[in-house]
């Protein structure tokens, strides 16, 4: 999620009983920022990603790059 709904997304979270539920939060706004900016975020952001869905450095080492196609 972006940082415009961090707030929200806690809030959700909390109120369904789960305040502890691991989220990621990305700069805000992604929409209007070029293609490359988008892709190094995305790059900057992706071990941290896996690391809150639980994948482990092993596994997650194996697909590093995210250039695209």
Do not use: K
């Not at 990305?26 to 690391?51: K, M, T």
């Amino acid at each position: 999620m972006t940082e415009e709904f961090a707030s929200l997304a806690h809030t959700m979270a909390a109120n369904a009983g789960r305040a502890g539920l691991r989220v990621h939060v990305l700069p805000y706004p992604l929409e209007s920022r070029p293609e490359a900016e988008v892709r190094a975020i995305a790059n900057e952001h992706w071990p941290r990603v896996l690391a809150a869905l639980g994948v482990t450095t092993a596994t997650a080492d194996t697909d590093r790059d995210h250039s695209g196609p």
